[in-house]
Nanobody, 123 residues
């Protein structure tokens, strides 16, 4: 089992940057692919990005390609989401999740979830 804690959210102006962190507990962190999802008010939760166990493979939603970068640090049991050129439509609660299945974009592929961190982008 793995527990996930997100941090790094906040209020930023459009065009600004934030870096989210997803800290995982447990010695089996390296066994999991990690994904980031987000949920805006009144909308369903959607996939943002994912990174494989090795850190070699990544996936991104079209809406964030070229602006967001996902990475992981095995020594720190942490996955990061660097978000640049933020837009008001990026405003959402951001969640990280862990999966020991294939690198995936769908929620049901992920077994463990964090509590989320709020990102607000003002125009």
């Amino acid at each position: 089992q793995v527990q996930l804690v997100e941090s790094g959210g906040g209020l930023v102006q459009a065009g600004g940057s934030l870096r989210l962190s997803c800290a995982a507990s447990g010695r089996t962190f390296g066994n999991y692919n990690i994904g980031w999802f987000r949920q805006a008010p009144g909308k369903e939760r959607e996939f943002v990005a994912a990174i494989s166990r090795s850190g070699i493979s990544t996936l991104y939603a079209d809406s964030v390609k070229g602006r967001f970068t996902i990475s992981r640090d095995g020594a720190k049991n942490t996955v990061y989401l660097q978000m640049n050129s933020l837009k008001p439509e990026d405003t959402a609660i951001y969640y990280c999740a862990a999966s020991n299945r294939l690198l995936a974009t769908r929620e049901f592929e992920y077994e463990y979830w964090g509590q989320g961190t709020q990102v607000t982008v003002s125009s």
